[in-house]
Nanobody
Framework: QVQLVESGGGLVQAGGSLKLSCTASGRASAMNWYRQTPGNERDFVAGIIGGSSTNYADSVKGRVTISRDDATKTVYLQMDSLKPEDTATYYC?????????????WGQGTHVTVSS
């Protein structure tokens, strides 16, 4: 069982920056950020496998950087040049693998509002 605690959401003006954090209670093979708006599916934003293999949604590429600190089991999402359409609840996701069994864990979400 991995528990995830997110922080860093808030209100920011368009063009501004926010840095989200997610601290895990255990090790994870991959850590990801997703986001969701009311009435819509949860969409992938960014992911990191190991220490350096990263992947980004096209909608945020070039504006968002994901990183992780394995010593503190924390994953970060640095978001720059924010747009109103980035407004959403952001969820941290951890994927663990044990004996071929993949498990997903989710945080409680942190809300980001970008004002125009």
């Amino acid at each position: 069982q991995v528990q995830l605690v997110e922080s860093g959401g808030g209100l920011v003006q368009a063009g501004g920056s926010l840095k989200l954090s997610c601290t895990a209670s255990g090790r994870a093979s991959a850590m990801n950020w997703y986001r969701q708006t009311p009435g819509n599916e949860r969409d992938f934003v960014a992911g990191i496998i190991g220490g350096s293999s990263t992947n980004y949604a096209d909608s945020v590429k070039g504006r968002v950087t994901i990183s992780r600190d394995d010593a503190t089991k924390t994953v970060y999402l640095q978001m720059d040049s924010l747009k109103p359409e980035d407004t959403a609840t952001y969820y941290c996701n951890a994927v663990t693998v044990a004996e071929g069994d993949y498990k997903n864990y989710w945080g409680q979400g942190t809300h980001v509002t970008v004002s125009s």
